[in-house]
């Protein structure tokens, strides 16, 4: 299983980087179910233990840059900022971008079970490739190839929707001097990709949202909530 040097070329143009040494990319795209093929044709790597190094990467860029643009935001907020740059939800979106899904090589039972459209597959090979490009190269190129593919998410932040629960249980605090309560309304989907459907209540008010995580559907809930109520900046701005 392999990928055709002209899928190589169209995605290293949607990164920015062309590999010098094209293994690194391979392995960075290589799901952990091509293990299975590993007696038969000799050991066949992929993308775990590149996701680490990624993971770790990522981390370091980001807070770098948001240090550095943030002067004026305390540790608190930082840290949220970061942790809203560099979620699973994130991840999936700027590897979309690159329509990253249509280049992991996987099995073919791992694809026909939703494996390509799996949001943890994604992030692993996002994380991955960002790994790949460091090992390639050096941190400096590195942290280029993040700060364009993070560039619009970098210039659109909002600290109401980075962190809607938070913001919804302040509001709900000070306004009725209660917390918001979450419910798991409804599971669907296979057990990998499943979709959930959660609503949040505060006071007489209520929404409905759904995520591929409870967490991801009680954000996307609490934001709608935020906004039928008319809520778009933090209490303690």
Known sequence: MEISSTKIKTLEQAIGYHFNNQDFLTESLSHPSLK???????????YERLELLGDSILSFVITEILFKN???????????IRSHLICKEMLCNVASKLDLAEYIIMTHGEEVSGGR?????IENAMEALIA???????????????????????SSINLVHLDPKTTLQEF???KFGCKPKYEIVKREGLAHSSIFTVMVQIHDYQETAQGHSVKAAEKEAAQKLLNSLGITQLLNN
């Open 36 to 46: 299975q093929h590993s007696a038969k044709s000799g050991s066949v790597k992929n």
């Open 172 to 174: 709900g605090q000070s």
């Open 117 to 121: 459209t799996n949001p943890n597959n």
């Open 70 to 80: 943030y002067s004026n935001h305390a540790e608190g907020k930082l840290a949220k």
């Open 132 to 154: 790949a490009v460091y090992l390639d190269s050096d941190i400096a190129t590195t942290k280029v190839i993040i700060n364009n593919l993070w560039s619009e998410f970098l």
